[in-house]
C-alpha cells in the first residue's frame, strides 16, 4: 500500500511513473519492430568492439573513451559508448565512467556471434544484386568469419568436446579448417604434448592459425591450405607424427556443410576416405541442422537459427537435415561413442531436433564394416 503523507501531494517516483518494462518492449508490435531495427547497428558497433580488442578490457570493470585515447579516435569511440548506453548495454557512474549492464555483459560477451554474422555482410548489400543478376558474387570476409567463429565456438562448443576425452587424451589432432586455429590452442593448453595440424581452404585462415600457433610449437608447419574435402591432398600435407598418432583425432567443426552440397552420399564418401587413410583416428564432428522454417516459426524470438540458415542459404551452404545425418551415421565406419545436443526444438510430429550437436565417432574394427 502507497502511504501518503496528507500535508504534500504524493509524488509518484520516475519508476512509477513508467509503465513496467514489458510494455515498452518483448513482445509488443513495437518491441518487435525496434528489435528488428535496432540488429543493423548494434550488431556491426559490438562486432567492431570485440575486433578491436576493446570488449576485454570493458568486462574488467569501469571504463571511459580516454582508456583508448591513445590508438583510436575518441569521438568514434565516445558516439559507440553513448548508443550503448542509450539501449541498455552500458550504465553510467556518477564519475562519468561506463560499466557494463548484465544485458551488456551477455551481449558483448558474445560478440563472436555478432562478427560472425557480420562476416556475410556483403551478401545482405549485395541482395538487390543477387535477385536480379546471376553474376553477382559477394564473399565472406573470412577474417571477420574465422574471428566470429572462434570466440563462439571456443564457448559455446570446443569445452563440451574437451569432456569426451576426460579419461582418454588424444595425442595428436588434425583440425579440418581449422579457421583461426583456437580449437587446436585450446587442445594444446590442454593437453601439452599433442601434436596439432590446421587444414583450411582459406589463406586467411591459414595465416592466423599459424600466427597463433606457431610460438606454441615453435614451427610454421602447423597448418596448410587444403580443400577438407580432398582427404588424399590434406592427408599428404599433414607431417607423419600427427598422421600415424596413435590416438589421433581428427576434429572438423562446422565445416562439413560448406563442402557437403547438401548432399548425404558426399559425407558418407568423404567419411569412407577418412577412414581408409587414418584408420585410427577418431573424429569429432561439430554441426548444425537444417531445421524446417516451420519448426524455427513456432519458437522464433528464442533462436538465431533463422538468421544461420540465412546466410548459409545465401551462400550456398549444403546445411544438412537432422534426420540426414542419422542417416549418415548409418552409413560409415564410425560408431556414435558420444554425442553433445544444442537448443533442441520439437518437431511437429514430436521429435526432439537439435539445432546444433557434437558426435564423437570411433572407428569400427575392420570387421564390422
Ligand atoms: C564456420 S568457420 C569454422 C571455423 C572453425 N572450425 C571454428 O569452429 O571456429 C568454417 C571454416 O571452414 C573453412 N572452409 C570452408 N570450406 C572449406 C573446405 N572445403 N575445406 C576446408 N576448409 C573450409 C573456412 O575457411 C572457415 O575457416
Redesign the pocket.
Known sequence: MVRTDPSRPHLKSQEELLPPRGIYGGNTKRGKLVALLRGYFASPVIATLGEMGMVERMMEGDFSESDWESTHRVEIISAMFRYLYSIGLLMKRTTGEYALTPDGRTSLGRNGAFS?LMSYAEYFHELPTMLTARGAKPS?N?RR??RG??Q???KK??PAAFDFFSSSAPTAII??????G??LALARERWTDLAIFG????E??VEQTRMRLSPMIGSRRVAAV?????VAV?SEAVPENVRRSPQLVI?????GH??SEGSAEKMVAFFSEVYERCPQAKVIL?EINNIPAEILAEDHDLSIMPEFLLFHDLSGQGVLSWNMWLGILNKIPYILKADRRFDEVRSSSGEQIPASFIWLLEPKAPTLR
Not at 583440425?175 to 583461426?180: A, I, S, T, W
Not at 587444414?199 to 582459406?202: N, P, R
Open positions: 560472425l565472406v573470412r568469419n574465422v567463429s572462434g563462439l565456438h571456443g562448443f570446443f583440425d579440418l579448417g581449422c579457421g583461426d583456437r580449437f587444414v583450411d581452404l582459406s586467411t585462415a587444403a580443400n577438407g574435402y580432398d590434406w576434429s572438423m567443426w562446422f565445416v560448406e563442402f561439430g
